[in-house]
């Protein structure tokens, strides 16, 4: 079995695997890649604390369940699950990359377990050459790691963040956050759906679980954190702080009453499967450039807002060919009121990992009275939406369509606040569904 309770510590080593060396030189590398600090992020931000990209050159980056590319990342302790990761590089060159681990609290801050604590075998993990696109302008290095391995076990539930790291340079490429959850006890969970006027006649989802508890748990109320996470956003994961130990064996928890979900929560839809200018959402298409250009269709408030939610995981449908290309791709947004052109105004989606990133910041073009972005995102499937930024808080709702009816997904997360171990231990994860 690749995931299993502690065992006795393997021999701590380090696996090199040397790839062919390419013309870009370190120096350059070291130019491309920036900071290896994760940003400040903004108020309720849809990545977790320590979640970042610091490099333009990754894209399309993927964790799922090994052989299911809808699932999230989450993992059963003692089983033999896997989670895959892909990702492109856009260059030619193999670099000699490797994998890290870490654990963390519910709040995503570093446990106080050392490493030999929550992870067996190699503690720096190599990764192979990738493999190199075919025929596609620019090119890209696509690399995919599946783990746990006969390299690395994790010994303990809990919330871990995976980091790539350039071994020539020692800058951090990207990390991305998953879950290791033990199945101890069951859930059970419902939605309880309002119409309020106070929230300008959105829907408002609370979410009601019951957790039949585990033999070892004796004081839940004092031992037990709740969470909820919609629609996989595990940066807005929220204490459900409404508990009842009345009923022998079991605890209820569900949302305060003040502090609902929206219930039809907005996302748009981008089909790049067909790079050409019959495609249904491109609008002007130049092949000659690269990478090659796309112009959106105007996405317009109020009129163009997926009605059902795009299936899969928060990091889209990246086509998985090497023959696939990437497009420079032009948004172009009209918003149902006059903003002013210092707005802050942002694209986020599953092609940048929902994060908040200047490199996607809207600017009004007043010739063709529209807010545009652009990105190099590769053909696939993706959701993604406006938002807007205001005092270091996004404001995700303000630009919606306010009646759409999506489905929207939920994850109630159980952990236990071991008193002999020292961290917070993942008993059970619950994935349910809401309608609007």
Request: aromatic content about 14%.
């Amino acid at each position: 079995m690749f995931l299993k309770a502690p065992t006795i510590y393997k021999t701590w080593g380090i696996l090199l695997i040397f790839l062919v060396a390419g013309c870009s030189t370190t120096e350059n590398r070291e130019r491309q890649d920036r900071t290896q600090t994760a940003p400040q992020l903004p108020g309720n931000a849809f990545t977790v604390p320590g979640q970042f990209t610091a490099s333009d050159l990754v894209f399309s980056v993927q964790l799922h369940r090994a052989g299911n590319r809808q699932s999230p990342p989450i993992l059963r302790l003692d089983s033999n699950q896997q989670l895959q990761l892909s990702f492109d590089l856009l260059e030619y060159d193999s670099r000699q990359l490797r994998v890290t681990f870490t654990h963390h609290d519910p709040d995503w801050s570093r446990s106080g377990l050392a490493q030999e604590f929550y992870q067996d075998g190699f503690y720096n993990l190599n990764m192979d050459a990738g493999s190199v696109s075919r025929s596609t302008r620019p090119s890209f290095r696509n690399y995919q790691y599946t783990f746990p391995n006969d390299d690395v076990e994790f010994l303990v539930s809990g919330n871990y963040m995976l980091r790539v790291e350039d071994v020539d340079t020692g800058n951090s490429l990207f990390s991305m956050p998953f879950f290791v959850t033990e199945n101890e006890g069951n859930i059970r969970s419902e939605i309880e759906v309002q119409t309020t006027p106070r929230r300008e006649h959105r829907t408002s989802h609370y979410p009601r679980s019951t957790y039949e508890l585990p033999d070892f748990i004796d004081t839940p109320q004092f031992d037990l954190e709740f969470y909820y996470a919609q629609n996989q956003f595990w940066g807005r994961m929220v204490e459900a702080r409404e508990l009842d130990t009345s009923s022998p064996g079991e605890v209820l928890f569900e949302m305060r009453r003040e502090n609902p979900f929206i219930g039809d929560y907005e996302f748009q839809f981008l089909s790049l499967n067909n790079l050409s200018q019959g495609a249904s959402q491109i609008f002007e298409y130049d092949p000659t450039t690269i990478p090659p250009k796309v112009v959106l269709f105007d996405d317009v408030q109020g009129f163009s807002a997926s009605r059902s939610r795009i299936a899969g995981n928060r990091s889209g449908n990246p086509s998985l060919n090497l023959s696939a290309q990437y497009a420079d791709v032009h948004f172009r947004f009209s918003p149902d009121q006059n903003y002013s052109p210092d707005t802050e105004i942002y694209l986020v989606g599953d092609f940048n990992n929902w994060a908040i990133r200047s490199d996607y910041a809207l600017e009004y073009d007043e010739d063709i009275d529209r807010w545009t972005t652009n990105g190099i995102i590769k053909e696939g499937t993706y959701s993604y939406k406006y938002v807007l930024l205001e005092n270091n808080t996004v404001r995700d709702l303000a630009l919606d369509d306010a009646f759409t009816r999506t489905e929207q997904e939920y994850h109630a997360f159980v952990y236990f606040r071991d008193p002999n171990r020292f961290y917070y231990r993942l008993l059970q994860v619950n994935q349910f569904f809401g309608r609007s």
